[in-house]
């Protein structure tokens, strides 16, 4: 029904960024917000970033002025810039919709399987 592929993980060093991308595809019918989190190694799943379907932004603490989310386009896909990182932004970060499907009106939650994020010189 709905599928969210996230891209743009990989190695790099402290100081340095990089900019993930998930595309939505499927029956989508709205899209009511879309979000990055993330999960370091041995803790819990947080929210890094997210953004609603009137431009409205909230970021974690760790991250604000260093990510930047943006708005989700025509294409359904939103990025997330990431600059200044450092080792403890280590983590496989999920993108996460909620949307509703075509020829529905429930509001439901999907996830990306994640992509790995490796910060280290």
């Known amino acids: 029904q709905v599928q969210l592929v996230e891209s743009g993980g990989g190695l790099v060093q402290p100081g340095g960024s990089l900019r993930l991308s998930c595309a939505a595809s499927?029956?989508?019918?709205?899209?009511?917000?879309m979000a990055w989190y993330r999960q370091p190694p041995g803790k819990q799943r947080e929210l890094v970033a997210s953004?609603?379907?009137?431009?409205?932004?909230n970021y974690g603490d760790s991250v604000k002025d260093r990510f930047s989310i943006s708005n989700y386009n025509a294409e359904n896909t939103v990025y997330l810039q990431m600059n200044s990182l450092k080792p403890e932004d280590t983590a496989v970060y999920f993108c996460?919709?909620?949307?509703?499907?075509?020829?529905?009106?429930?509001?439901?939650?999907?996830w990306g399987h994640g992509t790995q994020v490796t910060v280290s010189s």
């Open positions: 499927g029956s989508i019918s709205n899209i009511y917000s």
């Open positions: 996460n919709a909620h949307l509703s499907l075509v020829g529905q009106f429930i509001k439901s939650s999907y």
């Open positions: 953004i609603d379907n009137v431009g409205t932004t």
